[in-house]
Structure formats: structure tokens, C-alpha cells
């Protein structure tokens, strides 16, 4: 499968799509920015013919002021997936049959249903902005504590229930701010709502991939756990209808960016399964994506079903795939974000000393000093976000010596404690009996940040790939490519 460069400032070259060959759009809204690819069936495998990312900025302040929430604006989110779609030619969005569209998983978003969006323009350049909907409560949410979430039912599935999920987040809503959840009556992750908006229905086909993502959904016999819910007074007119991964959501219900009315839209699904799926992994791939945060990934065996109820503290999880299949997942809350929030810092500290770096040139910076310390006895443990296994974790510095205080020997450590907190998740032991042979890696932060290679290949034990194809957009797009 060939990839595109990825260039925030506009498009890729554009590569002239073949006449009647199937062409699909692949969408992933992420946590810091939207990416959309079209692939196209070339005869001897899918090509990416054209793609564009763009950062979304939507951060916004949450309306749990003080309780570590973590909301983002939609209106943001969608101008950046329009900026997208404006950058690819015309012509080429006219050929697009199929969507596939994927994003951050366990957030919500609530809108009114039929009066989610508004749909502007005319002709080819008609879209859809959004009206009355909620800001998204994204999976780094922090406004459901540790005793909050002891204080809800224990759910009937093999996952548990942590802050930033979707029922979560209901709940919290239902028991501190009952007054927001009536002024919404359907709700989704925000994949969901784009593809709501896209076929012009008022409640969405969630798939078992994101309704897995939220809490409270049985994965074995994929269906809400209605009983545990209704007895606690949950408003589960909230809760979507479910699909298989891989089933269509509907159709467009009118052009869109030029990709016609009628074209093919898959039911929403999870960002962590569309990347894997998008490197097309082996049985002996692990797979290892490190960008806002990290995951490290690898296939469970044909047959393989979880436990009917959920190991809090275990630190894998696995997440429905496709074709009734799992993934083993290490999903650390810590990762490119952890990277960003010392920067961040060091901009603070500047600032107070009078003197202003862009933070891109910080960055890099930093991570030209920490190639010049191959090694440091300096130790970080970097979950300053937290686990979902151990929510009340915070990051420490040991072992701080004069002699390793410089910034290079910081930024060594920081790196070093994002991998090595990974591999405490899912060591290495754990992929080899799992038939593990080498990692493909991928991810913005990896892709970035030399070091963080560097120390990759010094904590695991197999070779590793870096494969520019891994990307969750490329495997929206390739999953409803691959549809019959």
C-alpha cells in the first residue's frame, strides 16, 4: 500500500483517480486535529491518492470548571474536517462512493435530535454547520473521580467504566447538572455525530467499537446493559442503536464538498482500530502508536472472548476489532500530551523570566539537547495524566543527581519514561508469548521526536518499522473499501 507525505499546510499531490474504480474518503477527527485521505482500489492493492490534515485548535475552557474537565468546541472541529476537504481537488471528491469515517473514542458529544446541524451553500460546495450540540467531553475528561466512579453500578462487561467515557459522563451529568442533559435528547461520540449529520438522521448507528469505548456495553453479546442502567435511573434514551463494525451507517442525504448524494457511509468507529487495521498487522505484528497518547497493540487469537466482568487494575484491555475478532491493548493515558505539557512549561517559566520561544522552537530544541545525552541516570515516571488502571498515579523525578540536571538530560528521561511506562503496561515478555515478532510503529509524537525512537528500540527487544501508513484515516477509508 503506498502512503501519502503528510502536510499540514495543505494537500498532498494529488494522484488522478482511475475510471471506475471504487474510491473511498477516510476521516479521523482526532484529539488535535482532523485527517482525511482518499484510497482508491487500483487493481493490485489500495493507493492513497490524496490527503490532508489540519489542527482543529477547539480546546475550550470546560463548563466543570475546577474538576478537571476537558471539552472541545465542535463548531472548531468541523471548520478544520471543512479546510480538509476544500484542499482536495473537486474532480477527485466527485468519484467518492464510500466514507469511512473514525475519531477519538469514549467522548460525547449531545445534540437535539433532526437540529444538530444547518447545511449551507449550494451545488458542489454545500455543508453542514453545527447548531444546537454540545461542547465534545473528550476522553481526557477528568470530572469523574475515583469515588464518583466506585459510586456507579459495576457494569456487566469486561471493561471497566473510568473517567472521560460516555456513561460516565452521562452519569455525572445526571447527578450534578441534571438541567444540561434536557436540553439534548441524543448523544454519540463525535465520529457519531459527523456521520449523523452526513445522512441526515436523527439518531445514530453507533458501532460496537465506540459503544465498547463508553462503558456499560457488552461486547460478547453486543448490547447495552440496559437492566444495570435503567435501575440506577440512567436516561438510556441516550444510548444509540448498535452495528457491526464495518456495516453502513446510511447515505449521504445531500452533495457534499462535491462527493455526491447517496454515497456510502460506514457506521462510525474507534481511531485505535482503524490504525491498526490501516497497517494491515500480521499475527506476529505488535503494533505501536505513540501521538497525544499511546497505545501498543497486538492481535488476540481466532476464538478468543473476554471475561464477563472487568479487571480495574489490569492495564490491558482488549477492544473489539473487526470479523468478531479482539485486540490486546495497552492504552496509556501518557504520551505526545506528556511531551507538550513540559514544554508548555518551559514556555511558562520563560515567560516569567521575561523572554518568549515559540513553542515549536522550544520543542525542537529540546529534542536536539537530548540527542546530544545518550544516556542519563535521571528516572521520570511521566503519568501526569494518570491510568485509567491506576487513576490516582501521578509523575515523579528520582534519582536527581547535579550531574544530570541539564535540559538535555531531562528530555532524555522524559522520553525514556513515556516508552518505559508503556512497557510496564505491556512488557515485552507479554508480546512475545503473544507470538509478537516485530512492532510497526507509527504516531505524530514518534514521527516527530528522534529520541523517542531511540528509546523505543532500547526497551523492546524486536525490530521495529516505522510505517507512514499507519494512519487512522487511511483505515476508516480501508474498511469500507474492503466492504462487499
Same mark, same amino acid.
Given at each position: 500500500?503506498?502512503?501519502?507525505?503528510?502536510?499540514?499546510?495543505?494537500?498532498?499531490?494529488?494522484?488522478?483517480?482511475?475510471?471506475?474504480?471504487?474510491?473511498?474518503?477516510?476521516?479521523?477527527?482526532?484529539?488535535?486535529?482532523?485527517?482525511?485521505?482518499?484510497?482508491?482500489?487500483?487493481?493490485?492493492?489500495? %493507493?492513497?491518492?490524496?490527503?490532508?490534515?489540519?489542527?482543529?485548535?477547539?480546546?475550550?475552557?470546560?463548563?466543570?470548571?475546577?474538576?478537571?474537565?476537558?471539552?472541545?468546541?465542535?463548531?472548531? *472541529?468541523?471548520?478544520?474536517?471543512?479546510?480538509?476537504?476544500?484542499?482536495?481537488?473537486?474532480?477527485?471528491?466527485?468519484?467518492?462512493? /464510500?466514507?469511512?469515517?473514525?475519531?477519538?473514542?469514549?467522548?460525547?458529544?449531545?445534540?437535539?435530535?433532526? /437540529?444538530?446541524?444547518?447545511?449551507?451553500?449550494?451545488?458542489?460546495?454545500?455543508?453542514?454547520?453545527?447548531?444546537?450540540?454540545?461542547?465534545?467531553?473528550?476522553?481526557?475528561?477528568?470530572?469523574?473521580?475515583?469515588?464518583?466512579?466506585?459510586?456507579?453500578?459495576?457494569?456487566?462487561?469486561?471493561?471497566?467504566?473510568?473517567?472521560?467515557?460516555?456513561?460516565?459522563?452521562?452519569?455525572?451529568?445526571? /447527578?450534578?447538572?441534571?438541567?444540561?442533559?434536557?436540553?439534548?435528547?441524543?448523544?454519540?461520540?463525535?465520529?457519531?455525530?459527523?456521520?449523523?449529520?452526513?445522512?441526515?438522521?436523527?439518531?445514530?448507528?453507533?458501532? %460496537?467499537?465506540?459503544?465498547?469505548?463508553?462503558?456499560?456495553?457488552?461486547?460478547?453479546?453486543?448490547?447495552?446493559?440496559?437492566?444495570?442502567?435503567?435501575?440506577?435511573?440512567?436516561?438510556?434514551?441516550?444510548?444509540?442503536? *448498535? =452495528?457491526?463494525?464495518?456495516?453502513?451507517?446510511?447515505?449521504?442525504?445531500?452533495?457534499?464538498?462535491?462527493?455526491?448524494?447517496?454515497?456510502?457511509?460506514?457506521?462510525?468507529?474507534?481511531?485505535?482500530?482503524?490504525?491498526?487495521?490501516?497497517?494491515?498487522?500480521?499475527?506476529?505484528?505488535?503494533?505501536?502508536?505513540?501521538?497525544?497518547?499511546?497505545?501498543?497493540?497486538?492481535?488476540?487469537?481466532?476464538?478468543?472472548?473476554?471475561?464477563?466482568?472487568?479487571?480495574? /487494575?489490569?492495564?490491558?484491555?482488549?477492544?473489539?476489532?473487526?470479523?468478531?475478532?479482539?485486540?490486546?491493548?495497552?492504552?496509556?493515558?501518557?504520551?505526545?500530551?506528556?511531551?507538550?505539557?513540559?514544554?508548555?512549561?518551559?514556555?511558562?517559566?520563560?515567560?516569567?523570566?521575561?523572554?518568549?520561544?515559540?513553542?515549536?522552537?522550544?520543542?525542537?530544541?529540546?529534542?536536539?539537547?537530548?540527542?546530544?545525552?545518550?544516556?542519563?541516570?535521571?528516572?521520570?515516571?511521566?503519568?501526569?495524566?494518570?491510568?485509567?488502571?491506576?487513576?490516582?498515579?501521578?509523575?515523579?523525578?528520582?534519582?536527581?543527581?547535579?550531574?544530570?540536571?541539564?535540559?538535555?538530560?531531562?528530555?532524555?528521561?522524559?522520553?525514556?519514561?513515556?516508552?518505559?511506562?508503556?512497557?510496564?503496561?505491556?512488557?515485552?515478555?507479554?508480546?512475545?508469548?503473544?507470538?509478537?515478532?516485530?512492532?510497526?510503529?507509527?504516531?505524530?509524537?514518534?514521527?516527530?521526536?528522534?529520541?523517542?525512537?531511540?528509546? %523505543?528500540?532500547?526497551?523492546?527487544?524486536?525490530?521495529?518499522?516505522?510505517?507512514?501508513?499507519?494512519?487512522?484515516? %487511511?483505515?476508516?477509508?480501508? =474498511?469500507?473499501?474492503?466492504?462487499?
Amino acid at each position: 500500500m503506498q502512503t501519502p507525505a503528510q502536510v499540514d499546510g495543505g494537500a498532498s499531490p494529488a494522484v488522478p483517480p482511475g475510471p471506475g474504480r471504487a474510491c473511498a474518503l477516510g476521516i479521523d477527527l482526532g484529539t488535535s486535529s482532523v485527517k482525511v485521505a482518499v484510497v482508491e482500489d487500483a487493481g493490485r492493492g489500495p %493507493v492513497v491518492v490524496e490527503s490532508c490534515s489540519r489542527e482543529t485548535r477547539a480546546q475550550v475552557e470546560s463548563q466543570a470548571a475546577g474538576l478537571q474537565g476537558d471539552e472541545q468546541d465542535i463548531q472548531k *472541529i468541523v471548520a478544520a474536517l471543512d479546510e480538509c476537504l476544500i484542499a482536495l481537488p473537486r474532480q477527485l471528491l466527485q468519484g467518492v462512493r /464510500r466514507i469511512g469515517i473514525s475519531g477519538q473514542m469514549h467522548g460525547i458529544v449531545f445534540w437535539k435530535a433532526g /437540529r444538530g446541524c444547518k447545511w449551507t451553500g449550494s451545488g458542489t460546495g454545500q455543508r453542514f454547520e453545527p447548531e444546537e450540540v454540545s461542547h465534545l467531553i473528550t476522553w481526557q475528561d477528568g470530572r469523574c473521580s475515583s469515588i464518583f466512579l466506585s459510586l456507579l453500578p459495576p457494569p456487566q462487561s469486561h471493561l471497566s467504566v473510568a473517567t472521560g467515557f460516555g456513561c460516565a459522563t452521562i452519569y455525572w451529568y445526571l /447527578r450534578n447538572s441534571p438541567d444540561f442533559l434536557t436540553r439534548y435528547d441524543v448523544a454519540g461520540t463525535i465520529q457519531d455525530y459527523v456521520v449523523s449529520m452526513l445522512c441526515g438522521q436523527e439518531r445514530p448507528r453507533m458501532s %460496537v467499537q465506540n459503544a465498547a469505548s463508553w462503558g456499560y456495553f457488552n461486547t460478547t453479546r453486543k448490547n447495552w446493559n440496559m437492566d444495570i442502567l435503567g435501575e440506577s435511573h440512567f436516561p438510556i434514551h441516550f444510548l444509540p442503536e *448498535i =452495528v457491526d463494525p464495518g456495516d453502513l451507517a446510511g447515505e449521504t442525504s445531500c452533495v457534499w464538498h462535491a462527493i455526491p448524494k447517496g454515497a456510502q457511509v460506514g457506521a462510525a468507529l474507534g481511531d485505535c482500530q482503524c490504525s491498526v487495521y490501516s497497517c494491515m498487522p500480521k499475527s506476529t505484528d505488535a503494533v505501536l502508536n505513540i501521538g497525544t497518547s499511546a497505545q501498543l497493540t497486538v492481535l488476540a487469537p481466532f476464538g478468543f472472548q473476554p471475561a464477563e466482568s472487568p479487571d480495574p /487494575r489490569s492495564p490491558v484491555t482488549y477492544f473489539p476489532y473487526f470479523g468478531n475478532r479482539y485486540l490486546a491493548v495497552a492504552a496509556s493515558l501518557n504520551g505526545g500530551n506528556v511531551l507538550a505539557a513540559f514544554v508548555d512549561m518551559l514556555a511558562e517559566w520563560m515567560a516569567e523570566l521575561g523572554l518568549e520561544v515559540p513553542r515549536s522552537a522550544l520543542y525542537l530544541r529540546t529534542i536536539q539537547a537530548a540527542l546530544a545525552r545518550a544516556d542519563t541516570a535521571l528516572s521520570v515516571c511521566p503519568t501526569v495524566f494518570g491510568e485509567r488502571h491506576m487513576p490516582e498515579q501521578r509523575g515523579s523525578v528520582t534519582d536527581i543527581a547535579a550531574s544530570d540536571l541539564s535540559l538535555g538530560h531531562v528530555t532524555r528521561a522524559l522520553c525514556r519514561g513515556v516508552v518505559q511506562n508503556l512497557h510496564s503496561m505491556m512488557p515485552s515478555q507479554r508480546l512475545a508469548e503473544a507470538g509478537a515478532k516485530r512492532i510497526l510503529a507509527s504516531g505524530s509524537a514518534l514521527s516527530r521526536n528522534e529520541v523517542l525512537r531511540q528509546e %523505543v528500540e532500547r526497551t523492546y527487544p524486536f525490530p521495529v518499522v516505522y510505517g507512514k501508513d499507519m494512519d487512522a484515516a %487511511v483505515g476508516a477509508a480501508l =474498511v469500507m473499501l474492503h466492504r462487499k
